[in-house]
């Protein structure tokens, strides 16, 4: 096709939107990487990574009917690789190049259970790097299917053996670090830019989101850096936001935090990914939490279905604890009629098709033998 044939193809592809005076250009796919004349006023972002970040403040409002306060939920799904932890591994990474560690051909290397590696797999395509990742067997088959359709190559580790076990994720990861050249470990639980990456981009967005009248922040805590890197940015503006952890059953943190001592009579299996830890995590700022408040596996499940069937937001497993953790604040009186609570959704429902919106897998763990009803539709079937 002629250069001539092309632009007049394109030209004839224009729309105007809304009658502004910007337009959308529908380019043929053999021209999207070469750089055109008129590239400048094409309004695309330059590849998904612009995306990150910035996300929206949207209020709650059938699953709070009757609660005592206002509830507005930080969506994180709609990061590009739907977590929060697109955030970290934008930022770990590109402190990375900075210092000059990473350089081309880097092998990036993390523990994670799912949503991290995710992130960081995302940002190796776009910036050409290997990514190697050691995940707990505890993460759902769709989270590792995920990892590998994105070039990850994936060690599925046992979830239920000590951190200090060298089958555990934390010790092959670092086995692994050892053993590849020119490789860099991102090691989320120990890594102060965790912290760095919510401080510098989910508080201030929250502080602008809220104008200010945040009183209360509540959030899940696995390796900590959501929940202390916002937190330090909110309390540094306003030292009177209370920020609540949340934490599961089986997991050290609450009694950590209560006792600064590790209690492993503490420790013991528990289904939700991503929330609480058998170990202390270094990323966690404990004195920047006001409280941690436990939640079970069960109602957080049947939240998460909830908040789905109520907001039309598709939760994650821990959007459905944090949630949870808002009832039982709500239910014990915490908030004021005046208080502006926000509580932040990490991921989207669709990592979880195979677990808490599987009503087997519900059965299984003995979910659903509760007094709860959940609003699941039956599905029809159109005979042929
Ligand atoms: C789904 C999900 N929710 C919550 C968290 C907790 O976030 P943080 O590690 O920043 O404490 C994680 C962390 O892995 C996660 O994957």
Same mark, same amino acid.
């Given at each position: 096709?002629?250069?001539?044939? $092309?632009?007049?193809? &394109? ?14 250009? %529908? ?9 055109? !004349? ?9 590849? /998904? ?8 403040? /949207? $209020? %709650? ?56 590696g995710f992130?960081i797999a995302?940002?190796s395509?776009?910036? =050409?790097?290997d990514c190697i990742l ?13 990892l590998r359709s994105m070039g990850a190559t994936v060690?599925? !580790? ?34 102060? %830019? ?17 104008? =200010? ?38 997991? #050290? ?25 058998? %170990? ?6 404990? @004195? ?37 953790? &808002? ?5 014990? =009186? ?7 609570? /926000? #509580?932040?959704?990490? @991921?989207? =429902? ?13 059965? @299984? ?7 709860? /009803? ?11």
């Amino acid at each position: 096709m002629s250069f001539k044939t $092309r632009l007049s193809k &394109i030209i004839s592809n224009f729309a105007l939107t809304n009658g502004k005076s910007s337009f959308t250009f %529908l380019v043929p796919w053999d021209f999207q990487n070469q750089t055109f !004349c008129m590239a400048h006023k094409i309004n695309a972002y330059n590849n /998904v990574l612009e995306l990150i970040g910035n996300t929206p403040l /949207v $209020r %709650l409002n059938k699953i709070t009917a009757g609660f005592t306060g206002n509830f507005f939920a930080k969506v994180e799904s709609f990061n590009p690789g739907h977590s929060s932890k697109d955030r970290i591994a934008i930022h770990i990474i590109e402190e990375a190049e900075r210092k000059g560690i990473l350089t081309e051909g880097s092998t990036i290397i993390e523990t994670t259970s799912g949503n991290t590696g995710f992130s960081i797999a995302m940002v190796s395509i776009i910036k =050409g790097y290997d990514c190697i990742l050691a995940v707990s067997s505890k993460s759902s088959k769709d989270k590792i299917d995920m990892l590998r359709s994105m070039g990850a190559t994936v060690y599925v !580790c046992p979830a239920h053996v000590s951190a200090d076990d060298p089958r555990s994720y934390y010790e092959v990861a670092k086995r692994l670090h050892k053993e590849t050249k020119g490789s860099i470990y991102i090691n989320q639980y120990f890594n102060e %830019l965790n912290i760095d990456a919510h401080y510098m981009s989910t508080g201030p967005e929250i502080w602008k989101q809220t104008n =200010g009248y945040i009183t209360h922040l509540v959030a899940c805590s696995g390796t900590g850096g959501t929940i202390s890197g916002t937190a330090k940015y909110l309390k540094e503006q306003n030292p009177n936001v209370k920020v609540i952890g949340v934490d599961a059953y089986g997991s #050290v943190l609450k009694k950590y935090h209560e006792t600064r001592k590790f209690d492993a009579k503490e420790v013991y299996p528990y289904r939700i990914e991503g929330l609480g830890k058998n %170990l202390i995590p270094g990323a966690t700022n404990f @004195d920047l939490i006001d409280e941690f408040i436990k939640v079970t596996d069960s109602e957080s499940a049947h939240t998460a279905r909830e908040i789905s069937n109520t907001e039309g937001i598709f939760a994650g497993y821990t959007s459905g604890a944090v949630m949870q953790a &808002i009832k039982q604040l709500n239910e014990r =009186g915490e908030f004021g009629a005046d208080d502006n609570v /926000v #509580v932040i959704f990490p @991921d989207h =429902g669709s990592r979880y098709m195979s677990k808490i919106y599987s009503d087997q897998w519900m059965e @299984d763990q003995g979910f659903l033998d509760t007094d709860k /009803v959940d609003e699941t539709q039956e599905i029809q079937y159109v005979k042929g």
